[in-house]
Nanobody, 121 residues
Framework: QVQLVESGGGLVQAGGSLRLSCAGS????????MGWYRQAPGNQRELVAT???????NYADSVKGRFTISRDNAKKTVYLQMNSLKPEDTAVYYC???????????????WGQGTQVTVSS
């Protein structure tokens, strides 16, 4: 059984910072891309940032220059450092592991349970 456990969300004032973490548990052999998505009330889930297995990041235009995604393959963990937060960053943030390989199991994708980030003005 694989689970993604997120941490680091919370309430912060505009201009502040938060760091999200997402750790994968279970007998994982390898993971392709990792990423973060977010969903605000009344909106669709949207891409925030992704990072390839080789460490190449990709960002939504709305967070470029403010957010940094990183990963620790040994720890099966992805991070999202969020700086200069704005009220419009308020959303539930979900982590995502693409093409998780486990010995004896089909390759599949996994999602975290979501963590709330609230930025007050």
């Amino acid at each position: 059984q694989v689970q993604l456990v997120e941490s680091g969300g919370g309430l912060v004032q505009a201009g502040g910072s938060l760091r999200l973490s997402c750790a994968g548990s279970g007998s994982i052999f390898s993971i392709d891309a990792m990423g973060w998505y977010r969903q605000a009330p009344g909106n669709q889930r949207e891409l925030v940032a992704t990072i390839t297995s080789g460490g190449s990041p990709n960002y939504a235009d709305s967070v470029k220059g403010r957010f940094t995604i990183s990963r620790d393959n040994a720890k099966k963990t992805v991070y999202l450092q969020m700086n200069s937060l704005k009220p419009e960053d308020t959303a539930v943030y979900y982590c995502y592991f693409n093409s998780v390989r486990r010995l004896g199991f089909p390759t599949r994708d996994y999602w975290g349970q979501g963590t709330q980030v609230t930025v007050s003005s």
